[in-house]
């Protein structure tokens, strides 16, 4: 049973390591996208620099799942060891891989609408009149194709892994 726990983790860590990589690699192919859509809809191209929107893997958008990846190989390992933390820390972690991830598709899901109200509270005329759709699918297209694929297999593996782990635990 630790064993399987161990190995459910670590999928965890390398499904959060997954999107980082791909943000690392095409991260400024899909900002260049972008910025070709904003000079096409007549909007300075440095607006998402001066705002700190970006699409590469810099700052939160590698801290973050580069922490939880190094906690879920710390837990794997704790479970593989049979220590006796392993089961608590087990249903603590997963328990906020899980919620987190919530937070994640919750995101994802709005982000157009988040986007637009955050360049609305900016209180920037030249950000008031992007047409946050088109941006985002611009820089959307930056990515391969295949990018999306891998984002829906992530949120999967997340999901059951983690289930799996708790159920496990639950026995």
Partial sequence: ??????????????????????????????????????????????????????????GHETAVPATVAAVMVAVAGLNLSGHDWAPILTWIFQSLVLAGNCVIIYSQLTAEKSVRAAFLRKGDPMLAKVDVAALLKAAEDGFPAWTWTLQNVRHVVVFGASVLSLVLLAL
């Fill in 1 to 58: 049973m630790n064993t399987v726990i161990a190995i459910s983790q670590l999928l965890v860590a390398g499904a959060f390591v997954s999107i980082p990589m791909v943000r690392h690699r095409y991260g400024a192919t899909a900002m260049s996208s972008a910025q070709a859509e904003l000079q096409r809809q007549g909007v300075r191209t440095t607006v998402l620099q001066e705002n700190g929107m970006r699409f590469d893997a810099g």
